[in-house]
């Protein structure tokens, strides 16, 4: 009997970007040939020593193998609010203005469950994170406005292109390049999130530890009219933990957790304690030496990447944060990607992040140290 089965019509979307990229490098392997992988933002480096030990620790808890609950431990929502204090001078409500997420991806879906209804307008970035357009708009049945930011503007939005919007995405520092926001950026989108209060901003802040020069700052240092995430992926090596944070508006965390409540039963109380462990561990809004030494592993890297690539006079989007090189090779991405792939360093093609990204390239240096000197080798050897 022939299957009749189709899924819902929401889940009418192309392939996840990255699938074919890594069709192409499983081929490479199978040939049984060396690729370096500069591709994706999973860092190599292992989490801190002291990370691990809450880790292990919390796996003797009596309590650890029950359900969480849906919104996190209050314990950890109250470490959570003391971070943001000591490192954003913001003080939180931890009953009702923090909610801990799987993960930063999983709570930028839930988020938009929670506030968008069919045909809301959303607005994505481009280049952005594929989750904002896809998990947020698309999945929700919403109205999809792409937002093309330019290098020229420091990849940061003209404010009046966002109003009307139900919902809004933005990430600073920022995933694929590295830009960060500056003061009076955010002082305008805190100015429209009060000005529009049906609008949600969702501020993705992932990246916020990963930086090379001031500190970035937190939309909620402007207004807390807006719902902002991290991430313990990027903070402290721990992308397989999977847990993270939102935190502002009462009003929509609340929705978020009532929309957990009906979809998950929160995060691993042993990931949870992970995730107080890194953020107990700062002081006065300084990270610990172990997390300083893996921003300062990820800056030299980026550095040398970036040598590389300016002495071939390749155009390079100059950065401060996050441990992606954005840069412009001339010509097509795909071209010069495939290129790489068959020389044996793979990289990711602008276009992943957004159709209006064509001719830029994302190369992450989250590679251990050797691997990484080969596929700097190879980059010098690439032909333009």
């Known amino acids: 009997m022939p299957n009749k089965f ?3 019509k929401r889940l009418s979307l192309p392939g996840y970007p990255f699938a074919e990229l890594e069709r192409k490098a499983a081929a490479v392997r199978n040939a049984g040939l060396p690729l370096y992988d500069l591709s994706i933002g999973d860092p190599d480096l292992p989490p801190p020593e002291f990370v691990i030990d809450a880790t292990t620790q919390a796996l003797r808890d009596d309590q ?3 359900y969480p609950s849906s919104r996190g431990d209050l314990k950890v929502r109250q470490s959570v609010a003391k971070w943001f204090k000591s490192r954003f001078r913001v003080d939180l ?3 009702n203005q923090v909610c801990i997420l799987i993960g930063a991806k999983e709570g930028l879906g839930q988020l938009a469950r929670a506030v968008v209804n069919p045909g809301d307008i959303v607005i994505s970035p481009e280049p952005g994170y594929p989750v904002y357009w896809r998990a947020g708009c698309k999945l929700v049945e919403g109205n999809l406005k792409s937002l093309v930011l330019e290098p020229e503007n420091s990849y940061l939005p003209d404010i009046k292109d966002l109003s009307g919007a139900k919902l809004v995405y933005l990430n600073y520092p920022n995933n694929p390049t590295g830009a960060v ?3 009076n950026f955010l002082q305008s989108l805190a100015d429209l999130a009060e000005a529009e209060p049906e609008m949600t901003i969702a501020y993705d ?4 530890e990963v930086t090379f020069g001031q500190p970035a700052r937190s ?4 207004t807390q009219s807006a719902v902002e995430f991290h991430s313990l992926s990027k903070m402290a090596n721990a992308t397989g933990y999977r847990v993270g944070f939102a935190v502002g508006d009462p009003a929509r965390i609340q929705a978020m957790i009532r929309m957990k409540e009906e979809t998950d039963s929160g995060v691993s109380l042993v990931f949870q304690r992970a995730l107080a462990a890194t953020l107990d561990s700062y002081k006065n809004g300084t990270p610990p030496p172990e997390i300083s030494s893996f921003m300062d592993i990820y800056r030299n890297r980026k550095k040398q990447l970036i040598s590389v690539l300016e002495d071939r006079k390749i155009e390079v989007f100059d950065s401060e944060a996050t441990f992606y090189v954005w840069f412009r090779p001339g010509g097509s991405e795909t071209e010069f990607v495939e ?3 068959a020389s044996g360093v793979l990289l990711t093609p602008g276009t992943g992040f957004g159709s209006s990204c064509g001719g830029w390239v994302r190369a992450s240096v989250t590679c251990p140290d050797e691997p990484f000197e080969k596929a700097l080798d190879i980059l010098k050897s690439i032909k333009l």
């Open 93 to 95: 409500d931890p009953e």
């Open 64 to 66: 650890s193998h029950k």
């Open 219 to 222: 939309i909620l240092e402007f």
């Open 6 to 8: 189709k899924p819902a």
């Open 339 to 341: 290129k790489a792939i």
């Open 181 to 183: 926001a500056t003061d």
């Open 205 to 208: 802040m992932a990246y916020s």
